[in-house]
């Protein structure tokens, strides 16, 4: 219960530092890829900062209840994830977040948001699958690592659970996750919906009638959502061993570093490409890895 | 007792009052009356089955004079009905339904003759789930008839082409229901497959309302397939009256030697497919939307397929570890993944809703097919959610189209500004079809688990890929619900009483089963799950589990309420759409490369380059066609072993 409460309340008061400082390293990194200086890694917190003191322009209201609604779930899937509940409910509930961005988009009827939310549909479209059979796999794997067969989706226990990390078993469902979190953190290939930047087709996509103050709260909720991934990559790795925490530590760097290097050295895809790869490596890595330790169990 | 032949004999009541009835008024009123009696009735009699507990399932009606009675009229109608169907194909030159037909009415009339199905056994029999059903059908389909009477004055308004025959359209309705009542509680085969026939000849008629060339081509696809089961169903019962010698459903599920009743329980599984519009046999109910929106919402909702899946649920503990569960299973499941990828490409609102009811139905069908606990608990669940939401979407649907004159979704941009309360009744609907923490989720989470549980990847394949074109085309449907445009103007609104009086009963029923959902699953359909299986005790969903769901659903509406406050009291300047500078200034027109205002519209995707039914169609229905012919070849060749 304690830890239940504890890890709920670190994770809404602390998501947003580390989220912010992880998009800071990420512009600055990205920079320096690029060969430029880039901006100091504090970056995203003054921009948050001069976004709340601006004016919020909103075509119509609905917009502000489904950007807030969008908040408040996202928030609810880390919280959710963080104190340890079930993996598949938290899933279904960062969908119905990304359904509520979706919402806020296009209620206001303006053609860029509403092409950006058309993208993120076809989004949820390519990873959803693939999201559905990492909680899966993780009940399959802790089934077969716990040895009495009963497998769990409590993220609590399959970290209490397993003696070795879950990633030994579930190495396909591990890179099919990696894969389709390029979409969810927006990174090109498969930054469709929007981008971080505004100098493309689609101005800011599915973001480009949101300003000011809102803006402001949609950036910090992304910056929740991207801990929230992360949380789930390091769940690969957790076991009840105490140095799986380096481990996963050391294994969410790596991975975040390889999504920054994968932006700065692909372009952007059509919507097909990305669907049609996200759905091929869904059955190729995740089926096939939770069919085989099905049969091994 | 009393109230089961109240219930099956008063629909048929009712309908014979209808079918004299010219005047609109007295037809209103005879309506409304019957169908609060229905309600009623339905109410009292699950209230009384609940407080004296149905432990052990009652049971009515053994060997007796008045029983023989009943079986000869059964007998003399399912022949006239014969006839009534031979005529009609020969008349239309659609042979191959009337042969059908004959084919199931001569094996039963064979058997009741020769006296090979004469029963001791008891006729009816009523336990928890026939409650259930009763109380879906009652409530479901009278709200449903009092809907079709508003409906029917506007429908005839509009289509001044059509012959008004209310007079048949009606009764019908009636007819339909009190089929419904005795198939949910009969016990003897023979009756289950007389109020079984009835229904695919009461919604083949109904279908054909019109009599244009389409309805009458489509109420005969309905018919042949429906008729195909049937002529399944007769052999089952053929087979078990003379090889097995059982006369009810009862003793052929509970049979002590598996082996022995695969043969009929995999026919008359075949006979549930056809009627809940499983592939190869889906394309009757997407026909069946030619007819006016009250028969398909009758057919969608509470009756008709739910009658396939009822008996589905019935056969569930046969089926379990079976070859005939994992026909069933496999059709079902594949049945949810194509037809959640068709829904995508079609923009006709019925049309979206016809193929999520028939996918919809393929996840219970696949829960029932597996057979395990679990499994039965999502499908159960999920008939209950279906019952009500489709119902009301058909309705909503329906109301639309005569308040707008379209039912194609990219006609309901903008539904939230101009027709606010319909547009809130859809918004209701879809969310209980598939946001979470409403029950449609929850029993797709329970049937992940039971799938992944029964370790069979094929269908947790078919579910994650399924739910994620779930997702898309009804939060597709959503947004264009809820898109605000500008300067659009509030709609009269044509909807009667009656109608507003039907959505917003469906409405508070969502709710509150959303809320209640807790306190059904323990209390109803838990103790259920025990009788169907004879265990002690069954519990599907954790406590925790639980809670975290209502704590969901307060979220759901505490959040837009709260929101909904700040955003009165807080100031943001309205701004205009941004169209790279080319906004005319109303939001609604920009400059084109002449220099001239031009119209802005925004369009859903239908991606129809990859789940098309050109592309997809014929082949799924080769597959589906193909796992019914396998396993169906492998249980008679099973069974050629035991002989």
Known sequence: MLRTVLGIALYIIFAPFVGGLLSGLDRKITARMQGRIGPPILQPFYDVRKLINKDILLINNMQYLFAWCFVIFVIFTGALFFGGFNILLVFFVLTTAAMFFVLEATTTNSPYSVMGANREMIQMLSYEPMVLLTAVGFYVATAFTTGNGAGTFSVAQIISDSDIPNITVLPGVFFGFVFILTIKFRKSPFDLSMSHHAHQEMVKGITTELSGGMMAIIEVSHWYENVFLLGVVALFLLCNKWWSILLAIAVCAITYFLEILIDNTSARVKWENMFKHSWIVTLICGVVNIFILQMLS | ?643
């Open chain 2, 1 to 643: 007792m009393g109230f089961i032949v109240f219930l099956i004999l008063f629909p048929f009541l009712t309908a014979s009052i209808l079918a004299v009835t010219k005047n609109n008024r007295v037809r209103k009123a005879v309506v409304y009356s019957c169908s609060a009696v229905i309600v009623c009735t339905a109410a009292v009699f699950a209230l009384t089955a609940f407080v004296k507990g149905l432990d052990a399932g009652v049971r009515y009606l053994g060997a007796n004079h008045y029983v023989h009675i009943i079986d000869t009229l059964m007998l003399i109608v399912e022949i006239l009905l014969m006839l009534l169907i031979v005529c009609l194909s020969i008349k239309y030159r659609k042979y191959h339904a009337g042969l059908l037909s004959v084919a199931g009415t001569v094996i039963i009339a064979w058997l009741e003759i020769t006296g090979r199905a004469v029963s001791e056994q008891n006729h009816i029999y009523c336990d928890k789930l026939s409650v259930i059903m009763c109380l879906i059908i009652a409530i479901v389909g009278s709200l449903i008839c009092i809907y079709a009477v508003g409906y029917m004055v506007d429908y005839h308004k509009h289509h001044k082409e059509f012959k008004d025959r209310r007079t048949f359209f009606f009764p019908m309705l009636f007819v339909f229901l009190g089929a419904m009542f005795g198939l949910v509680v009969s016990s003897n085969l023979i009756w289950i497959y007389f109020f079984w026939e009835i229904t695919s000849i009461s919604s083949f008629l109904l279908i054909g309302y019109t009599r244009t060339k389409e309805a009458v081509d489509n109420s005969f696809c309905a018919l042949w397939m429906n008729l195909l089961g049937g002529l399944g169903f007769a052999v089952a019962i053929a087979y078990c009256a003379t090889v097995l010698e059982i006369t009810t459903l009862q003793q052929l599920v509970y049979h002590p030697v598996g082996l022995a009743i695969l043969l009929p329980v995999s026919l008359l599984a075949f006979a549930a497919l056809t009627k809940s519009a499983q592939l190869p046999f889906s394309k009757w109910l997407l026909g069946a939307m030619v007819a006016p929106t009250p028969t398909s919402a009758l057919l969608h909702s509470a009756t008709m397929v739910k009658a396939g899946v009822y008996l589905l649920i019935r056969l569930a503990p046969a089926m379990c570890g079976t070859i005939a569960g994992t026909m069933v299973s496999l059709i079902g499941g594949f049945t949810f993944l194509v037809t959640s990828m068709l829904a995508i490409t079609v923009s006709d609102g019925k049309k979206v809703l016809a193929y999520s009811t028939i996918s919809n139905l393929g996840l219970i069908t696949a829960c029932a097919g597996v057979g395990t606990t679990e499994t039965v608990w999502a499908g159960i669940l999920l008939i209950l959610f279906h019952a009500v939401s489709k119902s009301m979407m058909f309705q909503a649907v329906g109301a639309v189209e005569n308040a707008t004159g379209s039912r194609d979704i990219e006609d309901m941009h903008g539904l939230i500004v101009r027709l606010p309360f319909l547009a809130f009744v859809m918004i209701i609907g879809i969310a209980g079809m598939f946001l979470a923490p409403f029950g449609m989720l929850i029993s797709k989470w329970a049937a992940l688990k039971a799938f992944v549980d029964a370790k069979n990847i094929l269908l947790v394949l078919f579910l994650a890929f399924g739910s994620a074109a779930t997702m898309l085309y009804w939060t597709k449907w959503l947004s264009k619900i809820l898109a605000c445009k500008a300067q659009t103007r509030l709609r009269r609104n044509t909807t009667s009483m009656g109608q507003w009086l039907s959505l917003a009963s469906h409405a508070a029923m969502m709710i509150m089963l959303c809320i209640l959902l807790p306190l059904i699953s323990i209390k109803l359909v838990e103790p259920l799950l025990a009788q169907l299986y004879n265990i002690e005790h069954v519990s599907v969903l954790a406590p925790e589990d639980m809670v975290i769901m209502v704590v969901l659903l307060l979220l759901i509406f505490v959040i837009p309420m709260v929101s909904r406050i700040i955003v009165k009291r807080m100031t943001f300047k309205p701004n205009m759409e941004y169209m790279s500078g080319i906004n005319q200034g109303d939001n609604r027109h920009f400059t084109d490369s002449f220099n001239q205002p031009k119209l802005m519209f925004l369009s859903n995707w239908y991606m129809e380059d990859y789940f098309g039914e050109k592309k997809i169609w014929k082949l799924s229905v080769a597959i589906a066609a193909a796992i019914i012919v396998a396993c169906m070849g492998l249980i008679i060749g099973s069974m050629g072993g035991v002989m």
